[in-house]
């Protein structure tokens, strides 16, 4: 009697355990984000994010850090290529969300919490108009954090 009781508790925990992976897994759609990545970003950040030297800034391994910071969650969906996208707020959010997990494994925080739809709406606009001032701000303050993956000059 005792032992299936704890054959059960191990069933429910693996169900459990088995829907909340399923639940993070969709949480990204990730064709519909490469679709949308090639479609609206790819152009100018290059296939594989790594950006042009001297014009765009490489998304690999930065993004994760400037969400650890609340401004700098926003900035990533304030900067014009972002904000401006034809890209409704959903998939923008889902990008996003492609590319922190995709791009920024290693310098995203591990408290991330997904872009959502609303959030995006609520914050992406108006586009910044001072890009390079509040990145600069943003990469000092990563700095005093003691991080400086993030290049001051891309
Ligand atoms: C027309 C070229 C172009 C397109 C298209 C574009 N970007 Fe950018 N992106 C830039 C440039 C240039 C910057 C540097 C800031 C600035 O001048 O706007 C930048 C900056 C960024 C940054 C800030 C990174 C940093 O280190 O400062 C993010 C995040 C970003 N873009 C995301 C996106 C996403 C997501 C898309 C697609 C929805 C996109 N961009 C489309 C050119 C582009």
């Keep these: ?18 829907a909340a992976m399923q639940a993070q897994a ?12 090639v479609l609206n970003c790819m ?5 594989d994010g790594s950006g042009i030297p001297g014009k765009v800034p490489a998304l690999r391994e930065s993004l994760g850090h400037f969400v650890a910071l ?4 926003q900035f990533v969906m304030r900067v014009p290529g972002a ?3 034809a890209l409704n707020d959903a998939d923008l959010a889902n990008v996003l969300n492609w590319l922190l997990a ?5 310098s995203r925080p591990a408290s991330f919490k997904p872009y959502t739809a609303e959030e995006i709406a ?5 586009a910044l108009s001072d ?19 993030v290049p001051e000059h891309y």
């Design 70 to 73: 609340p401004e700098g969650r």
């Design 102 to 106: 995709t791009m920024n494994e290693q």
């Design 122 to 126: 609520a914050h992406r606009r108006p």
């Design 83 to 85: 904000s401006n996208s």
């Design 43 to 47: 152009g100018c950040h290059t296939a």
């Design 1 to 18: 009697m005792k032992s299936r009781a704890v054959l059960a508790v191990a069933a429910c925990v693996a169900l459990c355990t088995a």
């Design 26 to 37: 969709q949480e990204i759609d990730a064709a519909r984000a490469r679709q949308g990545w």
């Design 131 to 149: 890009v390079a001032r509040t990145r600069l701000k943003l990469v000092k303050e990563l700095q005093e954090n003691g991080i400086d993956a």
